[in-house]
């Protein structure tokens, strides 16, 4: 049964709308020093169960081509992702790296058992189109400064993320305890990064330790947990199509909290990310009902 590891799946996109606001909470931190923080403390939230469970230990003991898939995924998306975003207009990379979530449905019909069809295909239409009316708040397409380096990063990132959590459904042996050395892993990376290009800059109130403490400990800890385990046994095509979902409950969040205004483009596209996501988990949410008569078992006349 599919429907409670894709709902645990749909929980870590939940977590991952609070990153901008999490984010500009935590003030001017240079981003590879921040990600070294965050990713260190989300590595920490599932190495510290090992106490209490010291044989999870033994997950680290994995072929290279899995870490080599889990440094692909959180390492190296993210810190491209970094550069991008310095190296483009940030609203241009957003767009072009919000395709991982139409290439993680379009890839997963690869995946034996998987199958593609119409309302998937309508589903993850309905999301990206919502997702990029809520990021341009309604304003027109386009790279106005023409192709940059950080457009093809950007589209780069977009295929790491899918292509991530797409193959992560071939190692669904794994255990999600593993996920806890990829973080690792990223925050040692980003830690050089840090040294090598930035300046350090120490948060100055209690209120950035804070958002920086929950960033790591939340979506960028529990959440990784919960996306890894929801790809490998959850319905990746469901969850593809509602990561949609993601920008617009980011905007939702930073609204609540006070930052910017309502605009008309947010309805809008909560309402196509909503049916967008209705549409593609329609086998999931509309199950037909067996009846009593159904249920009854069957016997055979004697002859």
Same mark, same amino acid.
């Given at each position: ?101 139409? &290439?993680?449905?379009? *890839?997963? %019909?690869?995946?034996? +058992? ?6 998937? /295909? @309508? !589903? ?95 979506? &960028?800890?529990?959440? *990784?947990? %919960?996306?890894?385990? +929801? ?6 095509? /469901? @969850? !593809? ?29 909560c309402v196509m990310i909503t049916v967008g996501a ?16 159904q249920a009854e078992p069957k016997f055979e006349r004697?002859?």
């Amino acid at each position: 049964m599919t429907t409670i590891p894709t709902l645990i799946g749909f929980l870590a996109i939940v977590t991952w709308s609070f990153l901008a606001l999490l984010s500009t909470a935590a003030g001017p931190i240079p981003p590879f020093q921040l990600a070294a923080m965050t990713f260190l403390l989300g590595g920490l939230v599932g190495a510290s169960s090992w106490v209490f469970r010291p044989a999870a230990i033994k997950s680290l003991r994995q072929p290279w081509q899995v870490w080599a898939l889990g440094t692909a995924g959180l390492c190296i998306y993210h810190c491209a992702y970094f550069f991008a975003i310095q190296s483009a207009p940030p609203v241009e990379v957003s767009l072009i790296a919000y395709l991982w979530p139409l &290439l993680i449905v379009v *890839f997963a %019909a690869f995946l034996p +058992g998987e199958r593609l069809q119409l309302h998937h /295909i @309508l !589903g993850v239409i309905l999301g990206l189109a919502g997702a990029i009316l809520v990021i341009t708040k309604g304003g027109s397409v386009g790279l106005a400064e023409g192709v940059k380096p950080g457009h093809l990063i950007a589209l780069f990132c977009a295929f790491v993320w899918s292509g991530y959590s797409v193959l992560s459904r071939r190692f669904g042996q794994v255990p999600t305890d593993v996920v806890a050395g990829y973080c690792l892993i990223t925050a040692v990376v980003a830690l050089a990064l840090h040294l090598t290009l930035e300046t350090t800059v120490w948060p100055e109130t209690s209120v950035q330790w804070a958002a920086i403490a929950i960033l790591g400990a939340i979506p &960028l800890g529990a959440g *990784f947990y %919960a996306w890894d385990y +929801g790809c490998k046994h959850g319905d990746i095509m /469901i @969850l !593809g199509a509602v990561s949609y979902a993601a920008p617009l409950l980011s905007v939702i969040v930073l609204l609540l909290a006070g930052f910017g205004m309502f605009h008309w483009s947010i309805a809008v596209a909560c309402v196509m990310i909503t049916v967008g996501a209705m549409l593609a988990a329609k086998d999931m949410l509309f199950k037909p009902r067996r009846t009593a008569r159904q249920a009854e078992p069957k016997f055979e006349r004697g002859r």
